[in-house]
Structure formats: structure tokens, C-alpha cells
């Protein structure tokens, strides 16, 4: 078995180190260009379109609004990956490891552009909503039903099983730490707070995460921005400190390994989770007049996530030069810099703050799963017993070791971010055609651009919602 595990870490290395880094920076450098720095160009754009969807999720019957779809996907995206990942990043590349971290979110956020505005573009209608994500479009638009369908299983096995797995252990490790609570009794807690969620479907995880995920960001936020006002001398310092260190050869090899979540954060996965086909299982079930309207929000979705909240987490630590001793790495980095700040209080606050992140990221993850169960197979027997399961194992979590879940889950996401980086780099000169039209209709002076199949006639047949 140590052999098997020991094989399996290599793989890993492999496929993380010089694949799938090179794959998912590659292509988002091609989406930067293709569609001419949207992630930059369009930001302002981002921020109306995601206001003006903020209070229309109750008027949509049965569907979900494009905030709530955003909310849904950070609920995933933000995770113990932005208290503990961050700070592995920084233990193991240094303070340059924040600068390559926001280099790799800039270029990022085109991929998540694309990858949600196909989404949208080729969702299907289940019942009274839609669905969709990258085994659609795979099947659909690539024409590669068998791709979909692989896609599909390593889907559910990583963030449907594997994670919500890791989520629930880390909760419960942290409130051990911080309670002195039996991880048997909070995986108890946590297994029939999870069941009561998601056997509401879409619309009671929309509910759930419109309310947690905004209190959970501006409560994160608000705590570091007083930090930031306690130490506003050291401002100019550590941003001096970050820049400087990032030019090392040792910064910036670390840096962006840690940045891109190499040393912790792939324990949580990619952080803002671009080019992974994740959120866009998400993003397909907004009702919005325009594809581009959802990318442009997902794409803002990476911004949130690395450039607020990660940041967010660099900053404590660098305040405190906990980091400098190198005793600390993980979250006790995060808890032990808190600690430094405000006092003991700061690892309290830290084992709620790893308990509510991680607990939306496990409603988010569920979710990616129930899509392409649903993909596999429709039947309402098929996703009750997914959502069983998915209950056994937030509580299989809480209780053991996942040193094997994580070796695996390490290669099933590699495979999965494979397939979907195959399926947008084909497809993408649809996106590119779907933003220009977006931007035409802008320039006219149309301020809710409309998208109709019509305007697609050589794809019009895949086209099903529009």
C-alpha cells in the first residue's frame, strides 16, 4: 500500500508539475488574446451586470439568477484553500508567492470566461430550469459523447466524493483544535446539515449560498481590513517585500507553483478553479438574456476569490512575519499570524471561518456532482442515491485519515481539468464570436444585449435554450 501511495504522489508531480500547469497557463494566455483582454476591458462591465442580477432570483419561477449562480460557484471556489493554501504558497515560496499568485488570477479569469460562457451557450432544459456544464457542451458541441461521459465520472469522484470528503475532515480537525469537540460528533453536525441542503436541489443551494457566501466575504474582509488599518505603516513595506521577492529565482519558481496551488492549495484545490470545468456546472443554470453575461460574472468570480479573499488571507501573514521562522505551514501559518494580531482569540476565529468556507464548499461541490449524475443518468432514483452518498461521505470524512482520497482525487481532477482544457481550447472560437456580438450590441446602444440562435445558423441545431 505505501508503495501504491508513494507511486501515485509521483504521478501526481508529473501531471501537476509539467502538464496540467503548462495546459491551464497556456490557455489562458490564448483566451487573453482571442478575446482581447476581456478580463480587463470589461470589468466595469462585470460589476453592472452582476448588479443588475442581484435581486432577480425570485422572479425566475424555477430558475436561478446570474448572482445567485455566481454566489453558488464562489461557495465552491472559496474554501480552506484561501486560509491554508495561501499560506503553504508563502511558507514554501515566499512573500513573491502573493505577486505570482495575482499574475496567475489576471490571466486566469479569460478561461473562466470562456469555459461559463459556453456553458450557457449550450445548457439544456431539465424540468423547470436549465443545466449544463462542460460534459454538455463536450457532447454537444465537440461531438464527443464518449469525452463527456469520462468527464463526467472524474467530476463526481473528485468534487462530488473526494472533496466534500476533505472539507469535512478539515472541519472537523479544525474544531478539535479550537474546541477540544469529537470529530465523530461534528461529523454528525455537519452530514445532516449537508443533507438538509441538498436535498433541496438547486434552488434551496441558490437560497443557502445568496445569503452565507456575501456574510462569509465581507466578514473575512472586514477582519482583514482592520488589520490592515492596525498595521497601515507596514504597507509600503510589504508591498515592497512582495515585488521584490518575486524576482528571485526561488520566489518565483515557488511562488507560482504556490500561486497556482501547487504546495497546499491543489489540497484544496486550484483556488479560483479557471480552466477546470467546475463552475461552469454552475453557470449553465442562470437565466440570463446573453451567454457573455454569465462569463463576464464568473470571470469576476476569479477576481473575488484570488484577488480579494486570498489576498485577504497574504496580508495577515505578512503583517505578522510568522512566516519568516518557517515553524508554521497550512492553516496553523494563518491561525499562529491571526494570533500575533489580535491574540489567542485569532485561532477561534480561524477554526469558524475554516468551518464556514469549508462547509459551502462542500453545498458547491455536491452540486458539480448532481449536474453530471444527471448527465449520466437522468433518473430521479440516480441523484437520490448520489445525494445518500454524498452524505456517507461527508461523514467517512470527518472520521479517518484521507491520505489515499487525496492521492486519488489529486489524479481524477488532473484528468477532468485535461478533458475540459480539450473541449473550450476546440469550442472557444464560439465564445470569441459570442463576445463580439455582445460588444456590437453594446456599441448600438442596446444596454441588455440579447442573444438569439439565429445569429449562430452553422451551430444553430446544438443550440437548445436560446
Known amino acids: 500500500m505505501d508503495f501504491f501511495l508513494e507511486l501515485i504522489n509521483v504521478t501526481n508531480d508529473i501531471l501537476w508539475t509539467y502538464i496540467l500547469i503548462i495546459l491551464l497557463i497556456g490557455c489562458a494566455f490564448w483566451f487573453t488574446i482571442k478575446t482581447r483582454f476581456v478580463q480587463f476591458r470589461m470589468l466595469g462591465e462585470m460589476f453592472r451586470v452582476l448588479g443588475n442580477s442581484s435581486n432577480t432570483g425570485q422572479k425566475e419561477g424555477k430558475h436561478i439568477s446570474s448572482f445567485q449562480a455566481f454566489v453558488v460557484s464562489l461557495a465552491s471556489r472559496i474554501g480552506t484553500g484561501n486560509l491554508a493554501g495561501v499560506a503553504t504558497a508563502i511558507a514554501i515560496g515566499g512573500p513573491g508567492s502573493v505577486f505570482w499568485m495575482w499574475v496567475i488570477a489576471l490571466l486566469s479569469a479569460s478561461s473562466a470566461f470562456v469555459e461559463s460562457t459556453l456553458a450557457q451557450l449550450y ?15 463536450i ?155 454569465q462569463g463576464l460574472i464568473q470571470a469576476l468570480g476569479v477576481f473575488t ?17 510568522e512566516y519568516i521562522s518557517g515553524d508554521y505551514n497550512g492553516v496553523q501559518l494563518t491561525q499562529q499570524a491571526l494570533c500575533s494580531e489580535i491574540g489567542s482569540i485569532g485561532s477561534t476565529i480561524i477554526a469558524i471561518a475554516i468551518f464556514i468556507f469549508a462547509f459551502t464548499s462542500i453545498i458547491g461541490n455536491y452540486y458539480y456532482g448532481e449536474v453530471n449524475i444527471r448527465y449520466l443518468n437522468g433518473k430521479k432514483k440516480s441523484v437520490l442515491i448520489y445525494r445518500i452518498l454524498v452524505g456517507a461521505m461527508v461523514m467517512f470524512g470527518s472520521v479517518v485519515s484521507l491520505d489515499m482520497v487525496w492521492a486519488l ?50 451551430i444553430e441545431d446544438d443550440i437548445q435554450c436560446w
Open 305 to 321: 476569490d484570488t484577488l480579494i479573499i486570498c489576498s485577504c488571507t497574504a496580508f495577515i501573514i505578512l503583517f505578522s512575519g
Open 139 to 293: 457532447k454537444t458541441g465537440l461531438k464527443k459523447e464518449w469525452l463527456g461521459t469520462l468527464f463526467a465520472i472524474l467530476i463526481v469522484v473528485t468534487f462530488g466524493f473526494a472533496f466534500v470528503s476533505v472539507q469535512s475532515n478539515t472541519i472537523c480537525a479544525a474544531v478539535e483544535h479550537a474546541f477540544g469537540w469529537q470529530s465523530e460528533y461534528m461529523g454528525i453536525i455537519i452530514t445532516a446539515l449537508t443533507i438538509i441542503i441538498i436535498f433541496g436541489g438547486i434552488q434551496r443551494i441558490a437560497r443557502f449560498s445568496d445569503v452565507i457566501v456575501p456574510v462569509m466575504a465581507i466578514g473575512y474582509i472586514i477582519l482583514t481590513l482592520v488589520i490592515i488599518a492596525l498595521n497601515f505603516r507596514l504597507i509600503p513595506s510589504v508591498f515592497a517585500v512582495i515585488i521584490e521577492d518575486a524576482f528571485t529565482f526561488d520566489s518565483a519558481m515557488g511562488g507560482i507553483l504556490g500561486a497556482t496551488i501547487m504546495q497546499g492549495i491543489r489540497r484544496g484545490l486550484f483556488s479560483n478553479e479557471a480552466g477546470m470545468g467546475s463552475a461552469p456546472n454552475v453557470a449553465a443554470t442562470a437565466s440570463v438574456t446573453h451567454p457573455v453575461k
Open 409 to 458: 482525487a489529486d489524479i481524477t481532477m488532473a484528468l477532468m481539468t485535461i478533458c475540459n482544457l480539450i473541449a473550450i481550447f476546440g469550442l472557444g472560437k464560439y465564445a470569441f464570436r459570442l463576445l463580439q456580438d455582445y460588444r456590437s450590441q453594446l456599441k448600438s446602444g442596446i444596454k441588455d444585449p440579447v442573444f438569439r440562435k439565429e445569429s449562430m445558423p452553422d
Open 123 to 137: 445548457k439544456q432544459k431539465s424540468n423547470d430550469s436549465f443545466i449544463g456544464g462542460p460534459a454538455y457542451y
